[in-house]
């Protein structure tokens, strides 16, 4: 492959979590395949001639708050638009969006790269307010148009042409869903399509080029097909360029099963959509009492809370990838923290055993078969220090599949019994080489790593209670004597 540079830039589109859609009061369900076809309809969202739109005040709050978490300053007034185009899911041949003037410009987010080691800043051009079309049917020869879809109400986010590869594309698409979701913003569920990607991907020769001709790919619908949309693209493009073939500014299909786009059209411009200001709806003025309930409304913006995991806590890439995996989790996070537990102590504990068994039986944690105050116990435990790892270990496997409390275990198990004492100790560790003569042989011709085995089995003798360093040290002063 020619070592060209590689520019993107995202269109992401986000479906806001509100109760009615964007310009009616027809209900926003954001679980449309369990809907019967056309079911929450009305003659405005089915585009009939006479029925006239009528701006959602949620929408318009939850879109402020986007928009404050992106760091964005407020166009007011701002305008909607008419672009026009034809598709079998849009009837009346147009859209209601905003072009010329939307409600907010040019502000920038930050993220994390290379597993939070590098930071990130993206430049955002709009992010603007529209409508969604309706869903197109396809049953052999016939076309089918549910109308549940329609009108639901969408952000735009328009990045400037700041990615330079496909990783940085994904991280920022993971950044802006979990600035949504953690909000409450929008599901932002890809496979649901509640969040939809399109990629515009060029290549040239150095940055003192213009950008060369860009190509878009359009309703990406997973962070890897993004990474695998981009990089196909850039080698599409070098190949053309190696060929001597002209690179056309085009929309196309990614297909990810074949792992491969297709041609849809020519890449529109501004003046194919005939765009003009919308005339059924007047300005989008911000009222005082808006902006200063936007302003005092708390958010939660994930670039922060890892930037402190790294600052302050020190934490490595698992503890962090487990904690903003889900809102909960970092809310029990911090909940924890609050009550002065160590976060070393909490991370290690929710990054192991806790997110395993969530893993293990799809579950968040706050689906957990123990409540806050069982864990709340489990934690004051290990932060005495009295019981080791080992025995912890199993007191959580016992309480996540007993629902049993940390201390009823401990005495159960006798976890809160002294310590063994050396001799103890000795004796168990020679019954262990007594009872696996196969083993000694082995460890006696150099396979050191049986080590392990024996200290499992007294581990076993000894209920946990015996601690692991102790009886290594034991073990190897046996088995070389």
Not at 52 to 71: F, T, Y
Not at 219 to 231: G, M, T, V
Request: aromatic share 12%; glycine share 2%; charged share 25%.
């Amino acid at each position: 492959m020619a070592n060209s540079l590689v520019t993107v830039w995202l269109e992401i589109h986000l479906k806001l979590s509100t109760a009615t859609k964007i310009f009616c009061r027809c209900k926003n369900d954001q679980s449309l395949e369990n809907n019967e076809p056309n079911s929450n309809i009305c003659p405005v969202c089915t585009w009939q001639p006479w029925a006239l739109p009528q701006l959602s005040e949620e929408v318009v709050e939850k879109g402020l708050l986007i928009w404050k978490a992106l760091h964005c300053s407020f166009n007011n007034p701002s305008r909607f638009d008419r672009k026009s185009y034809f598709y079998p899911d849009l009837p009346m041949g147009y859209q209601i969006t905003q072009l010329y003037n939307p409600i907010n410009v040019n502000w920038e987010v930050k993220f994390f790269l290379n597993n939070y080691e590098e930071e990130k800043k993206v430049r955002i051009l709009d992010a603007h307010l529209e409508c969604d079309t309706a869903k197109a049917l396809h049953q052999w020869e016939t076309m089918y148009l549910d109308f549940n879809r329609a009108w639901t109400p969408l952000i735009e986010i328009v990045t400037w042409p700041d990615f330079s590869s496909s990783e940085e594309a994904v991280e920022f698409a993971k950044e802006i869903q979990r600035i949504a979701k953690w909000n409450c913003l929008s599901d932002a569920d890809m496979e649901k399509g509640q969040m939809r990607v399109d990629v515009n991907v060029s290549i040239r020769n150095s940055t003192d080029d213009p950008l060369w001709t860009r190509v878009e790919l359009k309703n990406i619908n997973s962070f890897s097909a993004i990474k695998r949309a981009i990089d196909a693209e850039v080698l599409r493009q070098e190949q053309c360029k190696i060929a001597g073939e002209e690179i056309h500014q085009e929309t196309r299909r990614w297909d990810d099963l074949k792992g491969q786009s297709f041609v849809m059209r020519s890449k529109e411009d501004a003046l194919d959509y005939r765009y003009f200001p919308e005339p059924d709806l007047p300005e989008l003025y911000l009222s005082d009492s808006m902006l200063k309930k936007i302003e005092s409304t708390p958010l939660t913006i994930p670039f922060d809370h890892i930037k402190k995991m790294k600052s302050e806590y020190w934490f490595n890439k698992e503890f962090i990838n487990t904690l903003i995996w889900d809102y909960s989790t970092l809310e029990f996070f911090n909940s924890l923290l609050s009550k002065g537990f160590d976060p070393k102590l909490i991370a290690k504990w929710i990054a192991g055993q806790i997110s395993a068994y969530m893993t293990a039986h799809f579950v968040w944690i706050d689906w957990l078969p123990v409540d806050e105050d069982q864990l709340i116990e489990f934690f004051e435990i290990a932060k005495e220090g009295k019981i080791i790892d080992n025995q912890l270990k199993l007191v959580m496997e016992e309480m996540l599949s007993s629902w049993a409390s940390a201390s009823d275990i401990i005495k159960e198990r006798w976890f809160d019994a002294p310590a063994f004492s050396q001799d103890d100790l000795l004796k168990v560790c020679k019954e262990v080489i007594s009872e696996n003569p196969n083993i000694v042989e082995q460890y006696k011709w150099w396979k050191t790593s049986t080590i392990g085995f024996f200290v499992g089995q007294v581990m076993k003798k000894t209920q946990g209670k015996a601690n692991p360093k102790e009886i290594t040290a034991v073990l190897t002063g046996e088995l070389n004597s």
